[in-house]
């Protein structure tokens, strides 16, 4: 089961910490990633880590303003969001699998939170 955590309202430029904590599964043995999915829009990819924490991937849209990362001893994944826009306003999503590389596709996860919105106002 994975629950997210930290989402809500800030202002364009304002920064929010997402958290997703997993339990019921070997949490270092699975990917982590985190998507969001906006009104009226597919759920898209944010970013990803691997089950070390070692390798990370982002989407080009928030890519120098959110860091993802992990403690595997708190079976926890983060997504630091800095700089937020109103673009970045969604439903944030995180998710685990054990299959793949890259970890950027929707279908490539198996288990998913019930997420957490964030709201950007301008």
């Known amino acids: 089961q994975l629950v997210e955590s930290g989402g809500g309202w800030v202002q364009a430029g304002g920064s929010l910490r997402l958290s997703c904590a997993d339990s019921g599964r070997t949490f270092s043995g699975y990917a982590m990633g985190w998507f969001r999915q906006a009104p009226g829009r597919e759920r898209e990819y944010v970013a990803s880590?691997?089950?070390?924490?070692?390798?990370?991937y982002y989407a080009n849209s928030v890519k120098g303003r959110f860091t993802i990362s992990r403690d595997n001893a708190k079976n926890t994944v983060y997504l630091q969001m800095n700089s937020l826009k109103p673009e970045d306003t969604a439903v944030y999503y995180c998710a685990a699998t054990r299959y793949g590389t890259n970890w950027s596709k929707v279908e490539q996860y198996d288990v998913w939170g019930q997420g957490t919105q964030v709201t950007v106002s301008s």
């Open positions: 880590i691997g089950p070390s924490g070692s390798r990370l």
